[in-house]
């Protein structure tokens, strides 16, 4: 069964910290590019962070979370991750990730269910 997971979501105060992870079964994360999307209450999804794949790894993210999110691929587990920081209110949302075959775009090819990130202020 092809699917993705995704875990580490939570309720943080303005400035903590997560990690997120998306990990995958029944296909290989590196054969696709992965990407990050978030969808706060009564809004449509938001791109947030790429990374392309067959050990290419460029990445990308939007503005609003350049230098506090870290994309990155760990290929020995299948996973890839995403690490904020400095929290702020406005990343509130359900976070997606999702796999596509070159760039990334919802709804993408494969999407998991979605982990809920909090942050209050």
């Known amino acids: 069964q092809l699917q993705l997971v995704e875990s580490g979501g939570g309720l943080v105060q303005s400035g903590e910290w997560l990690r997120l992870s998306c990990t995958a079964s029944?296909?290989?994360?590196?054969?696709?590019?992965i990407g990050w999307f978030r969808q706060a209450p009564g809004k449509e999804p938001e791109g947030v962070s790429c990374?392309?794949?067959?050990?290419?790894?460029?990445?990308a993210y939007t503005d609003s979370v350049k230098g506090r999110f870290t994309i990155s691929r760990d290929n020995a587990k299948n996973t890839v991750y995403l690490l904020m920081n400095s929290l702020k209110p406005e990343d509130t949302g359900v976070y997606y990730c999702?796999?596509?075959?070159?760039?990334?775009?919802?709804?993408?090819?494969?999407r998991g269910q979605g982990t809920q990130v909090t942050v209050s202020s």
């Open positions: 999702e796999a596509d075959q070159v760039v990334c775009s919802w709804p993408g090819l494969y």
């Open positions: 029944g296909f290989t994360l590196d054969d696709y590019a």
């Open positions: 990374i392309t794949g067959r050990s290419d790894g460029s990445t």
